[in-house]
């Protein structure tokens, strides 16, 4: 199915440009060159040393209908310098090597419709950094929530279809039949999941028989079975988007529905397999699961005379109905198990421009898991769990960010920190700087500082601290 | 007796909003002879927001021009819809897309300026880095315009009822010749002198001194002061007459800014306009902003 949209959007692609080459007119060509360069300030090694290539290409046949497509190729020389990030070589297409076609869709107009077909990335949520409801396409966590929105999406092929009723007011449905899972980075790089960390060392232990414990004695142990079990790809398994935009006494608002397989696995154990001679393989399974998610946003700029004018107020909140978390011992550093509950995401946020050149941007969110916790599956002990450490997750977490901006010598530049944090005593802080060198070329310089517990999500990667040059020249 | 207080003075304040807006919009007003220093002003800025105009569109560069003559540019594409709407309160839409250089290409802004000088913009934006357009606070008044060396007022925002007006002279202008293009502008054109101070108290400017042209009413050079009366910016505009079904409607098609601090000259063409081609209020909706393809 993939393969066959691909082939007929490069047909559209390439038909597009053979018919610009007669016109001329209507063809938009830009592209850039990138390197992305990080050392870890803890590791004192390269943690990135990305080259990237991007080409974006639009023909417009009328006002009213217009091709794009988008390429993208990288290399992560990294990966290639040290071998232990990706030992297994698993993830080498993903990580280090990897032709993308981004985008690649046809837009078309007609009075109050908009139809936007192709391979596409849909954002819906007002959060920044913090995916409420944006979770339309799946992401790319390779390096963590660190690189910029759009490119951690991960593109999908879809149909939207939107209809205006009235100025301002907007129905779009999503139909996605394509699928993908989000991808994280292998268990030995820099940003590797805590999870898959722990994971892989029950793995190698066990299948090196360095099992620490008495039973299965090691020559009862076989290997351990692991499989990926991705929906069927067939068009009833298409996730359904469906979104309401108005607007209300000045406030916009969102209405947001959501149906489909999660982009997430989580892992089952399947029970194990007693092969011949009665060795014992360990069978777990990664499943994709249905889940729904019904929300909405609401954002307000106050624009009369009083204390509030100028503060803009965004908020998202959504409601994960049958969404899987996992349950456990925190302290024995794996899941026992998986439990569909309904949770609840929601957050707000305040912008403000003060003085002449900042801005300021504060978010507070909370994550609650709408269930007791105690007693899962009857065992006291066991807690809900966090997906990417299998440290224990609070019923209510508390998350806040906090974003200052400013800009200098005609905007030419620009520093900004982030601060993200949760209750925990856990976060990251971003300070960056962004200078443009010329119309063509921009550098950033940034560090990303991340403190807390190993089993917190920011924690996790406190000695992946790491300094950053990005140098970008675009044509 | 606090209810017809409210009420007593809600009348006398709406009569005097109405008195301070009493030009119809779509229809063209130029000075006349005797005209007092708020009255010319007032007309300066109906020219200003084009006001005269149901729809404008332009395409046309920004140049950001260093002490050292570094030169970087920016194109845009920018719309605007005039509704004078008393039912929502909505004086104009206004839609503004980068389209070069590629780097900044696709970054969107949308904002609705209301009827009500009180009221701020609410503005909308679409960042390319996101692919999401974002709510977002309208600029500070006296922040730089997209780098420019323009305050976000001297573009967008500044109103009649943000400053007091005096009458200085009127007199032939002296002729500007712009460090861009070598060009020379209105040279021995009549106008007014007319001095604006901001109403604002510590504003970062003290007074500005503008000369309207007297046949047009159009702004075509201000020189602003701090408060020690020291000159340290000017702005020459250059507006190209349009007749359109028989109306003569000025344009602004050429803006040239220094800062006397920095050194730093901002120059902004607009390449092509046109006006009053039936641009529907539709297209100056959160969802055409975002349906940027970049």
């Known amino acids: 199915m993939k393969k066959v949209l691909l082939i007929l959007g490069l047909l559209i692609f390439s038909f597009s440009f053979v018919y610009a080459e007669f016109t001329k007119d209507g063809l938009t060509l830009t592209g850039y060159i990138k390197n992305e360069a990080a050392l870890g300030t803890k590791v004192h090694q390269m943690q990135k040393f990305k080259d990237i290539v991007g080409i974006s290409g639009e023909y417009k046949f009328n006002e009213n209908i217009a091709f794009f497509a988008s390429f993208k190729y990288w290399y992560d020389h990294v990966y290639s310098w040290y071998g232990k990030y990706d030992s297994a070589q698993y993830y080498m297409q993903h990580i280090q090597r990897n032709d993308w076609l981004r985008d690649c869709y046809l837009d078309i107009i007609s009075g109050p419709w908009f139809l936007r077909l192709g391979k596409q990335q849909v954002a819906w949520g007002q959060a920044d950094g913090i995916a409420i409801l944006d979770r339309l396409n799946p992401v790319d966590l390779t390096e963590f929530w660190l690189p910029d929105a759009v490119d ?113 696995a989580r892992t089952y154990n399947d029970g194990n397999i007693i092969g011949p001679g009665g060795i014992i393989h360990p069978n777990y399974g990664r499943k994709f699961k249905l889940v729904q998610m019904a929300g909405g946003s609401l954002n307000h700029t106050f624009t009369q005379e009083g204390l509030l004018e100028g503060i803009t107020l965004r908020s998202d909140a959504a409601v994960y109905l049958d969404e899987p978390t996992y349950y456990g011992d925190p302290a024995r550093g794996s899941a026992s198990g998986v439990v569909r509950w309904n949770n609840i995401f929601w957050l707000v946020g305040l912008d403000r421009n003060f003085f002449t050149k900042w801005t300021v941007s504060f978010q507070f969110a909370q994550y609650i898991l709408a269930h007791e916790t105690p007693g899962i599956a009857g065992h006291p002990e066991y807690k809900p769990l966090n997906s990417y450490t299998y440290g224990a997750q609070d019923r209510c977490e508390n998350i806040f960010s906090l974003k200052i901006m400013t800009k200098f010598y ?39 500082y991340f403190y807390g517990n190993e089993k917190d999500s920011n924690g996790q990667f406190r000695k992946s601290n790491q300094v950053y040059l990005f140098l970008k020249y675009s044509f | ?110 904002s609705w300026t209301y009827l009500d000088p009180n ?176």
């Not at chain 1, 129905?171 to 820099?190: K, W």
Request: glycine letters at 6%; proline letters at 5%; charged letters at 25%.
């Open chain 1, 152 to 264: 951690l999406r991960i593109p999908l092929w879809m149909m939207n279809i939107n209809y205006s009723p009235k100025v301002n007011s907007n129905l779009q449905l999503l139909i996605i039949p394509d699928f993908e899972q989000s991808t994280a980075a292998p268990p030995n790089a820099p940003f590797a999941f805590r999870s898959y960390k722990l994971f892989m060392d029950f793995k190698q232990r066990w299948e090196s028989n360095a099992w620490i414990g008495g039973f299965p004695p090691p020559f009862l142990r076989g290997d351990v079975y692991t499989n990926i079990y991705y929906p069927a790809k067939k068009f009833n398994n298409s996730k359904i988007g469906l979104q309401w935009k108005d607007r209300f006494l000045g406030w916009d608002y969102t209405l947001n529905y959501l149906y489909g397989y999660d982009y997430l």
């Open chain 2, 1 to 110: 007796m606090k209810k017809i207080l409210f009420f007593v003075l809600s009348i006398i304040l709406m009569t005097g909003y109405a008195k301070a807006l009493d030009l119809e919009y779509f229809q063209v007003y130029q000075p006349k002879e005797g005209m007092s220093a708020d009255e010319i002003m007032q007309i300066k800025y109906f020219n200003k927001y084009t006001l005269f105009a149901h729809d404008v569109s332009y395409t046309g560069k920004a140049y950001f021009i260093d002490k050292s003559g570094a030169v970087r540019e920016r194109s845009t594409a920018r719309k605007r819809l005039n509704l004078g709407r008393k039912s929502d309160g909505i004086a104009y839409k206004d839609i503004t897309v980068i389209t070069g250089p590629t780097q900044f290409k696709g970054i969107g802004t949308l």
């Open chain 2, 119 to 294: 009221k701020e913009q609410d503005v909308w934006l679409y960042l390319p880095s996101l692919k999401k357009v974002r709510k977002i606070s309208a600029s500070e008044a006296d922040d730089s315009f997209l780098g420019s060396d323009f305050s976000v007022e001297d573009i967008t925002s500044r109103r009649f009822e943000d400053e007091n007006y005096r009458l200085l002279r009127e007199e032939n202008f002296s002729g500007y010749t712009s460090p861009f293009n070598q060009k020379t502008y209105y040279k021995d054109n009549p106008c007014y002198v007319i001095e604006a101070t901001p109403k604002r108290a510590n504003w970062y400017y003290a007074k500005r001194i503008i000369w309207i042209d007297k046949k047009y009413g159009t702004n075509i050079y201000e020189e602003k002061y701090d408060a020690k009366g020291q000159k340290f910016m000017y702005i020459f505009r250059w507006c190209q007459i349009f007749n359109v079904d028989g109306k003569e409607f000025p344009l602004i098609m050429f803006q040239e800014g220094e800062d006397l601090r920095t050194g730093h000259r901002t120059v902004i063409i607009n390449e092509t306009a046109e006006i009053n081609k039936g641009i529907p209020e539709d297209q100056f909706t959160e969802r055409m902003l975002g349906t940027s393809r970049w």
């Open chain 1, 410 to 448: 005609n905007e030419r530049i620009k520093p900004e920190v982030l601060w993200s944090f949760t209750d925990d005593n856990q976060g990251r802080v971003s300070p960056k700087i962004s200078y443009e060198i010329s119309d063509h070329l921009m550098a950033t310089l940034g560090w990303d």
